[in-house]
C-alpha cells in the first residue's frame, strides 16, 4: 500500500489528467451557488440535479432573489425531487443569510454547519470549495474509495466506522482541500463505482487491497448496527432426593446444538415464579414451589438471550421428556454446556 501522501498526490494527479466529469457547479467559487447545488445534490443522482440547478439559477441568481422569492414558485420548481423538507430549510437559510448575514454566506465552517439542512458533508463542501478550508468531504463515493483501497472492514454505518472514516478521509487531505474533494468524488462516481468498478484504468490498481485480495464486491461493508432479537429461557434446575439434577441435551436446529441444559421453557417476556409455574404446569391446581435464583444475559450474533434460573426440588411434580438424564452434582464438569449456564452453575457454585 502506498503511503497517504502518495494516495492524494496520485489523485490529485488523476483529476487533472484524466477527470473528465463535467458538472456545472464544478470550479464555481460562489457560495451561494455551490451551497445551492449540494441543497439540491442531497439525496439526489448529480444528472438529475443538472436541470434543477440551472433553471433555480436563471430564476434567482443570488441568494437575495431566492430569499425574496414566493414559497410556491420555489416548491415549484422543486416539483419532482422529492424530501420537500430540505426545499422548506433551503428557503429558511436564503432568509436567515440575507437577515442575520446581509447576505453574505458565512465562512467559517461552525457557521455554515450551524445553517438549516446543512450536514457534516455538505459544510465540509460549502467550507472547501467556496472558501478553500481544510475540511474533507466524507460521503458514499469517498466511503467506497477508501474502504476498498486500504482494505477497511469496518462497517461505515455504525458510529465509530463513521468516525473513522471521517478521520482517515480528514488525514489524506492535501494543501488543496477543494481540489482533492473534488478529485475523491469524482473518482468514486467514475472509476470506482459501486458496481462494476473500472479497475483497468485505475492509477491504484497496483496497491488497492480490495483489488489484490478480491474483496471488491464485499468493500464498504454497510452493514447497520445489530437488531438482535431477545429470547427468554426459563431453566429450572431441578434437584431429585439423590441430590442429583437433571439435564437435557438439546438435538434441535436451534442455537446450542448437542449441550446440555437444565429444564427449559422459552417464553416471549420474563415471566414470575407464579406464571412459570402455570406454564410449565397448566393442568394442576398446586403451585409449584419454584424459586427464583438468578439471572444471566448472553449476547450471540443475532439474539440476547436473557435466562433466569429458579430451583425446584423434584418430587414427581411435572412430567419430564424422556430423554434427560440425572447427573451427580460433581459429574457435571462432564458435560458440555452453554455460555450462560457454566457461568449460572459457577456463580451458584454448582461447579
Ligand atoms: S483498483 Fe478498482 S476497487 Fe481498487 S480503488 Fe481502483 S477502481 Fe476501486
Given at each position: ?16 489528467s484524466e477527470n473528465y466529469r463535467i458538472l456545472p ?23 438529475q440535479v443538472i436541470p434543477y440547478y440551472l433553471n433555480f439559477i436563471g ?293
Open positions: 500500500m502506498i503511503s497517504k501522501k502518495l494516495f492524494s498526490s496520485k489523485l490529485l494527479s488523476w483529476h487533472r457547479w464544478k470550479k464555481e467559487t460562489d457560495p451561494y451557488k455551490i451551497w445551492l447545488s449540494e441543497i439540491l445534490l442531497q439525496q439526489t443522482r448529480a444528472a430564476n434567482y441568481p443570488t441568494i437575495f432573489h431566492l430569499a425574496k422569492a414566493n414559497d410556491e414558485e420555489v416548491f415549484r420548481l422543486w416539483q419532482g425531487l422529492g424530501y420537500y423538507n430540505r426545499c422548506k430549510n433551503m428557503l429558511l437559510t436564503a432568509r436567515l443569510i440575507c437577515t442575520h448575514y446581509n447576505g453574505q454566506f458565512p465562512s467559517n465552517h461552525e457557521e455554515i454547519l450551524a445553517l438549516k439542512g446543512v450536514g457534516k458533508y455538505t459544510a465540509a463542501a460549502i467550507a472547501s470549495f467556496a472558501f478553500g478550508l481544510h475540511f474533507a468531504v466524507v460521503d458514499g463515493n469517498v466511503t467506497r474509495v477508501l474502504a476498498r483501497y486500504f482494505g477497511i472492514t469496518e462497517s461505515i454505518s455504525s458510529a465509530l466506522g463513521k468516525k473513522n472514516f471521517a478521520d482517515l478521509a480528514q488525514s489524506l487531505l492535501p494543501k488543496n482541500s477543494a481540489d482533492y474533494n473534488q478529485a475523491i468524488m469524482d473518482f468514486g462516481a467514475e472509476i470506482c463505482t459501486p458496481v462494476a468498478p473500472k479497475c483497468t484504468y485505475c492509477p491504484f490498481q497496483a496497491d488497492c487491497v480490495a483489488h489484490q485480495t478480491g474483496t471488491i464486491n464485499l468493500l464498504p461493508v454497510k452493514e447497520k448496527n445489530k437488531v438482535r432479537k431477545t429470547r427468554y429461557f426459563h431453566f429450572v434446575i431441578l434437584k431429585n432426593e439423590e441430590g442429583n439434577l437433571w439435564l437435557q441435551e438439546r438435538t434441535s436446529k436451534d442455537i446450542w446444538p448437542h449441550l446440555f441444559v437444565p429444564y427449559l421453557l422459552e417464553t416471549n417476556k420474563t415471566l414470575t415464579p407464579s406464571e412459570l409455574s402455570k406454564s410449565i404446569n397448566p393442568s394442576k391446581r398446586k403451585t409449584l414451589n419454584l424459586q427464583f435464583i438468578g439471572s444471566e444475559k448472553q449476547l450471540l450474533t443475532h439474539q440476547q438471550i436473557i435466562s433466569h434460573f429458579f430451583r425446584l426440588n423434584f418430587k414427581n411434580q411435572l412430567t419430564l421428556p424422556p430423554e434427560g438424564v440425572w447427573v451427580k452434582k460433581e459429574n457435571l464438569r462432564n458435560y458440555p454446556f452453554p455460555k450462560t449456564i457454566i457461568s449460572f452453575f459457577e456463580k451458584s457454585l454448582y461447579f
